[in-house]
């Protein structure tokens, strides 16, 4: 259980960067995406005091998990990911997508909650 908070902090800097991508597809289409960077900014600036041992990485990351699961859960995604979905994406597809993301967020979410520190 001391390895949940690297494997949380290494999702969290791969979705982070995912994050920030979709992002730049968004400004591509005329959006500002505050939102979506706040929490690209958040969970790679948590994954990074993680992984390098820094004082509240851990916080940080919880808290960066938890802000990205509120805004995914929230209705703001769907309008956060229309600008990345092809209009002729099937259904299946868009509905796993839109219902994965959230969980993924409380995944790394409880991997952080439940690591334990070893001093």
Do not use: D, Y
């Not at 800097?13 to 991508?21: D, H, K, R, T, Y």
């Not at 730049?24 to 960077?37: D, E, K, N, Y």
């Not at 995914?72 to 769907?78: D, P, S, V």
Request: net charge positive; proline share 3%.
């Amino acid at each position: 259980m001391t390895w949940f908070g690297a494997v949380s902090a290494w999702a969290a800097a791969v979705a982070g960067v995912a994050l920030a991508l979709l992002a730049s597809l968004q400004f591509s289409a005329g959006v500002v995406p505050w939102l979506t960077m706040l929490s690209a900014a958040l969970l790679m600036t948590g994954a990074f005091r993680t992984l390098r041992k820094m004082s509240g990485g851990l916080r940080l990351l919880c808290g960066a998990w938890g802000f990205v699961a509120a805004f995914l859960f929230g209705a703001a995604h769907t309008m956060v990911l229309a600008v990345a979905i092809p209009e002729n994406a099937p259904a299946e597809v868009v509905a796993g997508v839109l219902n994965a993301l959230p969980l993924i967020a409380l995944a790394g979410l409880t991997l952080t909650v439940t690591h334990k520190e070893t001093k």
